[in-house]
């Protein structure tokens, strides 16, 4: 599936639903020893009951090694992703813990990682914390995608009504 197809899609959802529902769109950096990894996310937030959310996402990181020269790209992810969020305090609003199930894409160099074994597609777990406040979200991530751990640090606007 193309990203113009996958972006119109996104957007549908976000058209169509109820206005309780919320988008946000952030950028991601995911700092290591080795590689830094950069891209962007969309986010789907719709609340369920009291402090529980319903999330999905689609996020693409590209990731570059510091031992090349140039900075080449090593390899990129394409992740679609679906899970939860708890508020600790209120509904939509300050501190929270996230957990995502996802299926990624990736493809480029896999002699960048030796442990890495380029497929078609990965499942992936990512348990996370943040905080949101009215129009932004702040998530940080551990990212377990078929033994190709990373940390991600995402800064959101969101769009819609609280």
Known sequence: MGSKKILTLILSIAIT?????????????SPSVKTLGFGGSLR?????????SLTGSIAYLSFHNFAYVNFAASHSLVSFSAGVKYYFLE???GLYAAADLSTNYISGNSAFYDFLRLRDSQIGFSPGIGYRTNRWDFTGRFNVVYDADYLSLR????????
């Open 17 to 29: 639903t109820s206005s309780f529902s919320q988008i946000s769109a952030g950028v991601e950096i």
């Open 44 to 52: 789907y937030d719709r609340p369920l009951q009291g402090k529980l």
């Open 91 to 93: 509904s939509r609003k």
């Open 155 to 162: 800064a959101a606007y969101v769009f819609g009504r609280k």
